[in-house]
């Protein structure tokens, strides 16, 4: 545990001290965030908080080839470091290319291009799904439909991540809260199962943590600067590809431990659909919409999942709290059931989720209410209204 905290601290460390430069470096290039019909800003903004993201993921992965712990692992299936180099080498494609439309706003063919020649770099360098847990077995993926799914997945949770960067802090927050979701599980996988507690998806889970933890000070309201697309879309290819190591690359049913729990032995499938609950639930409404509109489904809007929490009422920081509650509910949420299948568990849980539903509906109702509050008070303070005709019997 203490090298993994080591591993976060750096990419915390690095990612904070990173993003003052590249915000400067935004600025004297022309990279900034112009206000549009759909934004919430109220004035431009610089980009580039991804490229000290980055910074932060390669610091954080460079260390992590250097301790022992991590590193006497090399040559097994779950290698730590052949893992976490070929994640970095597609990381450092999809930031470049965020980079490029940050600049220049690239044409989204051009921008999903690039999304998936980084998911192939990724694949190909070592990342790809072997097997799907399913029911009480391991449904085996061929070497081409491994690929192939491995890179449709890595694009589609890219998208999503980058759906959801729409209010200052929102999709850095949110990942942060998944990512802590799948090292929470894939560590205590290890050690429940007695599996090697060095590997690749608990080294990038919490590297992603570090990095979002070190960029947040500089991206919550009032924001100094955004992660721009190369950092939406760098965050969706390390959550995929988080996801793509701990799914297709740890087999729960060889864990006697897990034996008697569907549910735990399930999670690696489980999980990360919890985790990008909110993301990918944004990313199918929104393409429903555009689509029943006859739009494309990349042609931006304003009724993202964030945008109708503040149409609902709740302040800029509300709706990102609020965003974080559901995020960590339905992640951690479905974690606890799946470690500890309790009766307290779902009693918990179940709270919770009635407590967030009624604070996330509240504000317009509130909002009638002082409305009708101010009507009366005016029309006690007015009087009756004169009436221009007979009086009604």
Same mark, same amino acid.
């Given at each position: 545990?203490?090298?993994?905290?080591l591993?976060?601290?750096?990419?915390?460390?690095?990612?904070?001290?990173?993003?003052?430069?590249?915000?400067?470096?935004?600025?004297?290039?022309?990279?900034?965030?112009?206000?549009?019909?759909?934004?919430?800003?109220?004035?431009?903004?610089?980009?580039?908080?991804?490229?000290?993201?980055?910074?932060g993921?390669?610091?954080?992965?460079?260390?992590?080839?250097?301790?022992?712990?991590?590193?006497?692992?090399?040559?097994?299936?779950?290698?730590?470091?052949?893992?976490?180099?070929?994640?970095l080498?597609?990381?450092?494609?999809?930031?470049c290319?965020? *980079?490029?439309?940050?600049?220049?706003?690239?044409?989204?063919?051009?921008?999903?291009?690039?999304?998936?020649?980084?998911?192939?770099?990724?694949?190909?360098?070592?990342?790809?799904?072997?097997?799907?847990?399913?029911?009480?077995?391991?449904?085996? *993926?061929?070497?081409?439909?491994?690929?192939?799914?491995?890179?449709?997945?890595?694009?589609?949770?890219?998208?999503?991540i980058?759906?959801?960067?729409?209010?200052?802090?929102?999709?850095?927050?949110?990942?942060?809260?998944?990512?802590?979701?799948?090292?929470?599980?894939?560590?205590?996988?290890?050690?429940?199962?007695?599996?090697?507690?060095?590997?690749?998806?608990?080294?990038?889970?919490?590297?992603?943590?570090?990095?979002?933890?070190?960029? =947040?000070p500089?991206?919550?309201?009032?924001?100094r600067?955004?992660?721009?697309?190369?950092?939406?879309?760098?965050?969706g290819?390390?959550?995929?590809?988080?996801?793509?190591?701990?799914?297709?690359?740890?087999?729960?049913?060889?864990?006697?431990?897990?034996?008697?729990?569907?549910?735990?032995?399930?999670?690696?499938?489980?999980?990360p659909?919890?985790?990008?609950?909110?993301? =990918?639930?944004?990313?199918?409404?929104?393409?429903?919409?555009?689509?029943?509109?006859?739009?494309?489904?990349?042609?931006? @809007?304003?009724?993202?999942?964030?945008?109708?929490?503040?149409?609902?009422?709740?302040?800029?920081?509300?709706?990102?709290? =609020?965003?974080?509650?559901?995020?960590?509910?339905?992640?951690?949420?479905?974690?606890?059931?799946?470690?500890?299948?309790?009766?307290?568990?779902?009693?918990?849980?179940?709270?919770?989720?009635?407590?967030?539903?009624?604070?996330?509906?509240?504000?317009?109702?509130?909002?009638?209410? @002082?409305?009708?509050?101010?009507?009366?008070?005016?029309?006690?303070?007015?009087?009756?209204?004169?009436?221009?005709?007979?009086?009604?019997?």
């Amino acid at each position: 545990m203490r090298e993994y905290m080591l591993v976060l601290l750096v990419g915390f460390a690095v990612t904070f001290v990173l993003a003052p430069a590249c915000r400067s470096l935004a600025l004297r290039t022309g990279a900034v965030a112009r206000v549009r019909g759909r934004d919430v800003h109220d004035h431009a903004i610089p980009y580039f908080g991804g490229l000290a993201m980055l910074g932060g993921v390669a610091a954080a992965f460079l260390v992590s080839w250097r301790l022992v712990f991590l590193t006497r692992y090399t040559g097994t299936d779950n290698d730590p470091f052949r893992q976490s180099a070929a994640i970095l080498g597609g990381a450092t494609v999809i930031c470049c290319v965020g *980079v490029l439309d940050d600049l220049i706003e690239l044409s989204p063919l051009l921008k999903a291009a690039g999304q998936v020649l980084a998911a192939g770099v990724t694949v190909l360098l070592g990342v790809r799904l072997f097997w799907i847990p399913w029911s009480d077995s391991l449904l085996t *993926v061929g070497q081409s439909t491994s690929i192939l799914v491995t890179i449709f997945l890595i694009f589609l949770i890219t998208n999503a991540i980058n759906f959801i960067d729409g209010l200052d802090g929102l999709a850095a927050g949110v990942v942060v809260i998944g990512a802590g979701a799948f090292f929470v599980y894939a560590y205590w996988l290890s050690v429940e199962g007695s599996l090697i507690r060095a590997m690749g998806a608990s080294v990038v889970s919490v590297a992603i943590c570090g990095v979002c933890l070190g960029y =947040l000070p500089h991206n919550f309201h009032p924001a100094r600067m955004f992660m721009g697309d190369s950092g939406s879309m760098l965050l969706g290819l390390l959550m995929a590809s988080s996801a793509v190591s701990m799914t297709g690359q740890i087999d729960p049913f060889a864990q006697p431990a897990l034996s008697n729990n569907l549910l735990a032995t399930l999670m690696p499938l489980i999980l990360p659909l919890a985790v990008l609950a909110l993301p =990918l639930l944004d990313l199918v409404l929104a393409f429903v919409r555009r689509t029943w509109r006859g739009q494309w489904w990349f042609r931006a @809007d304003k009724q993202h999942l964030h945008h109708r929490l503040l149409q609902r009422g709740h302040s800029h920081v509300g709706a990102v709290l =609020l965003m974080y509650v559901w995020a960590a509910l339905v992640s951690f949420g479905i974690l606890a059931l799946g470690m500890w299948p309790t009766r307290l568990t779902v009693a918990v849980v179940a709270v919770v989720l009635v407590t967030t539903a009624t604070v996330t509906l509240w504000p317009r109702r509130r909002e009638a209410d @002082d409305g009708r509050a101010a009507a009366r008070d005016l029309a006690e303070a007015v009087g009756p209204a004169p009436t221009t005709g007979p009086a009604q019997p």
